[in-house]
């Protein structure tokens, strides 16, 4: 049997690989777009939205409002959701135990990197609060 690795490196995507993110999106969209009126429950956000990026989900919640609501007004509330995901994902990182500990054995032997479509200033924060 070879002694040598199989893989040169290893790459993880953040959400819903390393972490389970989704759910905390949901719930800081709820709380940012509660002023306006939307009731975002977890299966419509899970349905319609998991996998959109963050200007389409606000072009579409704007369209479908009655009445609509300009994108502007909504897309200003884009930074507030940003720095509220990224103090809930810091305070509490949604990586599971095993998954922080299989990062911490494979980083032995193999060179390791997150790749996501994610924003770093998301990822990261994450990352350091858990350890890894």
Do not use: N
């Amino acid at each position: 049997m070879s002694s040598e690795k199989p893989y040169d490196a290893i790459l993880f995507d953040f959400d819903g690989v390393l972490a389970d993110t989704e759910p905390l999106h949901c719930q800081c969209w709820t709380e940012i777009l509660q002023p306006f009126g939307y009731h975002l429950t977890w299966e419509t956000f899970a349905r319609d939205f998991v996998g959109v990026s963050d200007e389409d989900l606000v072009r579409r919640l704007a369209a479908v409002r009655v009445p609509p609501i300009p994108f502007d007004e909504l897309w200003a509330q884009y930074p507030r959701k940003k720095d509220l995901f990224r103090t809930r994902v810091t305070a509490a990182p949604p990586i599971p135990e095993a998954t922080a500990t299989l990062i911490q054995e494979l980083s032995a032997d193999y060179k390791l990197a997150v790749v996501s479509s994610s924003a770093r200033t998301e990822i990261e924060p994450a990352i350091i609060a858990r350890g890894i």
